[in-house]
T-cell receptor
Framework: IAGITQAPTSQILAAGRRMTLRCTQD?????MYWYRQDLGLGLRLIHYSNTAGTTGKGEVPDGYSVSRANKDDFPLTLASAVPSQTSVYFCASRGDLDTGELFFGEGSRLTVL | GQNIDQPTEMTATEGAIVQINCTYQTSGFNGLFWYQQHAGEAPTFLSY????GLEEKGRFSSFLSRSKGYSYLLLKELQMKDSASYLCAVRDGDYKLSFGAGTTVTVRA
């Protein structure tokens, strides 16, 4: 049982470099999300996609882009990384039952130097 | 937008009861969630309230008052494994989830 798979698990990156965090789900959920989690700030929504082919901006979208070419993949790209993007990034999908709970990946820890 | 407040830390003794409060101010409301997150791990779903009242699930219960913008998570018969962060989250009309900063619960023997 995989659920949500994120890669890489951890990465150290030089400022100014481009980085793509990968996210793949095998639950065939329509909606997917990217959050970042920082100490004292909790989880903040970066971008989301309600269905394949559509994306939307969350609370903190600047410096990030996403694409949703198919139902299962939802990559997050940092075009030119900055130290303030050091964080733990969680990808999630929304279940299709009444509760619509989120299922999270294990997270990608990114350090930008 | 959403403004969600919960205490930063709580400490309790094994076997005791702890209540974590959450207050929220939202521009739209479509349900309130509680998630558990152990250190270094992903959040996992605990409970969901969309109507006023108490939802009970084993040792965990969650309460919601929409008119007061208030919820609490009640953890009974605390066990050491309950030491974790508990995240209150509110869903808006577009099904996006906003999270509070989380409450770290430490259970002591």
């Amino acid at each position: 049982i995989a659920g949500i798979t994120q890669a890489p698990t951890s990465q150290i990156l030089a400022a100014g470099r481009r980085m793509t965090l990968r996210c793949t789900q095998d639950m065939r959920h329509n909606a997917m999300y990217w959050y970042r989690q920082d100490l004292g700030l909790g989880l903040r929504l970066i971008h989301y996609s309600n269905t394949a082919g559509t994306t939307g901006k969350g609370e903190v979208p600047d410096g990030y882009s996403v694409s949703r070419a198919n139902k299962d993949d939802f990559p997050l790209t940092l075009a030119s990384a900055v130290p303030s993007q050091t964080s733990v990034y969680f990808c999630a999908s929304r279940g299709d039952l009444d509760t619509g709970e989120l299922f999270f990946g294990e997270g990608s820890r990114l350090t930008v130097l | 937008g959403q403004n969600i407040d919960q205490p930063t830390e709580m400490t309790a003794t094994e076997g005791a009861i702890v209540q974590i409060n959450c207050t929220y101010q939202t521009s739209g409301f479509n349900g309130l969630f509680w998630y558990q997150q152990h250190a270094g791990e992903a959040p996992t779903f605990l409970s969901y309230n969309v109507l006023d009242g108490l939802e009970e699930k084993g040792r965990f219960s969650s309460f919601l008052s929409r008119s007061k913008g208030y919820s609490y998570l009640l953890l009974k018969e605390l066990q050491m494994k309950d030491s974790a962060s508990y995240l209150c989250a509110v869903r808006d009309g577009d099904y996006k989830l906003s999270f509070g900063a989380g409450t770290t619960v430490t259970v002591r023997a």
